[in-house]
T-cell receptor, first 112, second 112 residues
């Protein structure tokens, strides 16, 4: 498999629960990004890793959100105490050291 | 403040004709621009990019034009094919940065 994969593809949870998403980037890419997309909008940047280092976090990423990339390969995005406003598509992308980013299929989160 | 704007939510074009999708930006620091295509239930797929040192880049049926003085870029698809029906996103970045700033997308419908 040469693409970016994300798991799960869909997640339905109740308000207040914690959820965790996984992203497996293209293996030779050292950069990994998380975005959030809501209906009718383009993706919004959340955070960025270069290898295992998290180099930037958007102010959109509240304290309830945490992302890790422990060995510089796969990454996880955790949302604690989910709120209905967290319902969105969460996209992961990876890239080599240039700007062209390759996206996974996304995880659609629905918070009831 | 929306730094990248796609003012047409949708566009309908006859098969075989030219499709022209437009994008405007406000941040004069942007120096790298990309177009992505997105099908339902999939992540965005990279189409074509252009650096601010160029005013045109062509790849097969796809051509991107950049007018820096007008802060405007456009994507031309010719000839349009039914498989081109998708949502098209314009994105921009400052080359030394990693963040892509996205427009809201234009839904392109190719009529047979």
């Amino acid at each position: 498999d040469t693409g970016v994969s994300q798991d799960p593809r869909h997640k339905i949870t109740k308000r207040g629960q914690n959820v965790t998403f996984r992203c497996d980037p293209i293996s030779e890419h050292n950069r990994l990004y998380w975005y959030r997309q809501t209906l009718g909008q383009g993706p919004e940047f959340l955070t960025y890793f270069q290898n295992e280092a998290q180099l930037e976090k958007s102010r959109l990423l509240s304290d309830r959100f945490s992302a890790e990339r422990p060995k510089g390969s796969f990454s996880t995005l955790e949302i604690q105490r989910t709120e209905q406003g967290d319902s969105a598509m969460y996209l992961c992308a990876s890239s080599p050291p240039r700007d062209e980013q390759f996206f996974g299929p996304g995880t659609r989160l629905t918070v009831l | 403040d929306q730094q990248v704007k796609q003012n047409s939510p949708s566009l309908s074009v006859q098969e075989g004709r030219i499709s022209i999708l437009n994008c405007d930006y406000t941040n004069s620091m942007f120096d790298y621009f990309l177009w992505y295509k997105k099908y339902p239930a999939e992540g965005p797929t990279f189409l074509i990019s252009i650096s601010s040192i160029k005013d045109k880049n062509e790849d097969g049926r796809f051509t991107v034009f950049l007018n820096k003085s007008a802060k405007h870029l456009s994507l031309h698809i010719v000839p349009s094919q039914p498989g081109d029906s998708a949502v098209y996103f314009c994105a921009a970045s400052v080359h030394s940065n990693y963040q892509l700033i996205w427009g809201a997308g234009t839904k392109l419908i190719i009529k047979p």
